[in-house]
């Protein structure tokens, strides 16, 4: 005897709205795509959270450049709150300069990998 392993996946829902510029991607997400590309903007549940994070992002995605981060603390923020905490203990002596300049270098090249994007 065969078995079905055909998985099912749930249907998508209809728009909220006629108007709606998001439309419900195979995925579980609210998509859109923009000069080419899909972007998601949120799961089907959250309608109103995918809608809001489009208009946040849709002057910036059209235009060709990384959305702005609104929310959240950057990895540049990170960064420097850390630095600042080893540049404490470096003046206290806790800390030696070469320990330091190695955080820098190390802070330097995240920042450089990740940009300064949300980190949470």
């Known amino acids: 005897m065969v078995k079905n392993t055909k998985r099912r996946t749930p249907s998508k829902p209809a728009k909220p709205y006629p108007d709606f510029p998001l439309f419900a991607h195979a995925t579980g997400r609210w998509a859109k795509k923009i000069r080419g590309k899909l972007h998601y903007f949120g799961p089907w549940r959250d309608s109103d959270g995918a809608l809001q994070l489009y208009l946040d992002q849709r002057d910036d995605l059209p235009a060709g450049r990384r959305p702005r981060v609104t929310g959240g603390i950057t990895v540049q923020d990170t960064v420097n709150r850390f630095l600042t ?31 300064n994007t949300s980190a949470i």
Not at 86 to 96: A, V
Not at 98 to 114: G, M, N, S
């Open 85 to 115: 905490s080893k540049n404490r203990l470096r003046e206290n002596g806790e800390l030696t300069k070469r320990t330091f300049d190695d955080y820098f270098k190390t802070c330097e090249r995240l920042v450089l990998a990740f940009g």
